[in-house]
């Protein structure tokens, strides 16, 4: 999608729903409460039934994402509340399921842990080399790209047409990205689970996930996991993210923006083993990231030279908040070998936040210095 469209389309977004409001009705969504809704005779002539099939306040965030997404989309409470809900509503018993070996590791805790004593098969792959094998015999195909934390990428519109020609659903999982940098569907893909606990949120204030397509028959039946499962979200929360929604497109464009200088000067500094960025010119991912995606993240890995060095460049830096989790608008940092991820002792997953950039870069490059 071009810049401008996709300007028009968060321009759109803070106005959605507007034609639907009668004089003196809140502009903004109300939150709900509601487990139990007015319900005399045919349940069906009601708008709402029951707080578990669904409610007001999370249709307007999901009418909103979908705005987003440019296609159907599915509330849940949490980013692997999303991705349990697609693997257990699309795989069963004997089917094979490709997940990335270097994604976030509770997908693959998640498959391992819960899918496979069902009787499905999980197979890994790493995702720089996701595309070698071809999917064939796969039902469904999940990719993470960039991954994180290790920032790799796969090619979604190849990934899209293997899995085509192999029958496999496909699946991107966009959350480092979100609809503004990435657009999975329109490169091809069935599905996009997105944790909107990250940067659609940003405010670091409540989890929430969403799985969005275009396939009616796959949003039915995500709409029944959910339904059946429980797996709803509290209206509270959904309502905290449509309002962290509402700026994302600034939050994020600052984000990225301020990620990018930061990343290009982290390449000149000598305290550096390993630096990773897909909008590094240098970078492995750079030819595919440049092609897919309209803005390169607010992540960056770093590897400096062992774990005290990395725990010190956390611990010292004045601007890092050192947390497990990104896309917010604080910049935050943690060690990943720490969750036993497989990347060296010094890895930095750095999250690029909000902060001013040159106030930002100057304490990064001091800390940088004292390690
Ligand atoms: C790429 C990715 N997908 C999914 C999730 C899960 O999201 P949540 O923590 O909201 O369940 C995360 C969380 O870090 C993530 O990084």
Same mark, same amino acid.
């Given at each position: 999608m071009t810049d401008a469209k996709l300007d028009e389309l968060a321009a759109r977004l803070l106005h959605h729903g507007a034609e639907k409001l009668s004089p003196g009705a809140s502009v903004v969504p109300s939150i709900v409460p509601a487990a139990v809704f007015h319900l005399p005779g045919i349940p069906s002539n009601?708008?709402?039934?029951?707080?578990?099939?669904?409610?007001?306040?999370?249709?307007?965030?999901?009418?909103?994402?979908?705005?987003?997404?440019?296609?159907?989309?599915?509330?849940?409470?949490?980013?692997?509340?999303?991705?349990?809900?697609?693997?257990?509503?699309?795989?069963?018993?004997?089917?094979?399921?490709l997940i990335p070996s270097d994604g976030y590791y509770a997908t693959r805790a998640l498959a391992d842990q819960f899918l496979k004593p069902l009787g499905a098969l999980i197979e890994e792959r790493a995702t720089a080399k996701f595309l070698d094998d071809g999917f064939a015999g796969f039902k469904l195909v999940l990719v993470e790209t960039p991954s994180n934390p290790g920032l790799d990428v796969c090619d979604i519109a190849a990934a899209a047409r293997a899995a085509k020609q192999a029958g496999a659903l496909l699946a991107v999982d966009n959350t480092t990205m979100t609809p503004l940098g990435q657009r999975p569907l329109t490169l091809g893909a069935d599905a996009v689970v997105c944790a909107d606990t990250k940067a659609i949120n940003g405010h670091s204030d409540?989890?929430?996930?969403?799985?969005? !397509?275009?396939d009616g028959a796959l949003?039915?039946? %995500? &709409? =029944?996991?959910?339904?059946?499962?429980?797996? @709803?979200?509290?209206?509270?929360?959904?309502?905290?993210?449509?309002?962290?929604?509402?700026?994302?497109?600034v939050r994020f464009a600052r984000m990225c923006s301020s990620a990018a200088t930061i990343a290009d000067r982290l390449a000149a500094s000598k305290k550096l083993v390993a630096l990773r960025y897909p909008g590094l010119a240098s970078d492995p991912a750079f030819g595919i990231?440049?092609?897919?995606?309209? !803005?390169?993240?607010?992540?960056?890995?770093?590897? %400096? &030279? =062992?774990?005290?060095?990395?725990?010190?460049? @956390?611990?010292t830096c004045p601007l890092i908040q050192p947390s497990t989790s990104f896309g917010g608008v604080r910049t935050c940092a943690e060690r990943r070998a720490r969750w036993g991820d497989a990347v060296a002792e010094g890895f930095i997953r750095l999250s690029i936040g909000l902060e001013p950039v040159e106030v930002l870069w100057r304490a990064l490059s001091e800390t940088l210095d004292t390690v």
């Open positions: 009601a708008p709402y039934q029951y707080g578990r099939f669904h409610n007001p306040t999370w249709e307007a965030l999901e009418e909103a994402l979908g705005l987003l997404e440019d296609a159907e989309t599915i509330l849940f409470p949490s980013g692997m509340a999303a991705i349990a809900a697609l693997m257990f509503a699309t795989v069963a018993n004997g089917e094979r399921v409540t989890l929430m996930g969403h799985v969005a !397509t275009r949003a039915a039946r %995500l &709409r =029944d996991w959910r339904k059946f499962s429980g797996t @709803i979200a509290g209206p509270f929360e959904a309502w905290l993210v449509h309002r962290g929604l509402e700026t994302l497109e990231a440049k092609r897919q995606m309209s !803005t390169f993240g607010t992540l960056i890995s770093l590897t %400096l &030279r =062992d774990q005290i060095a990395a725990e010190r460049f @956390i611990e």
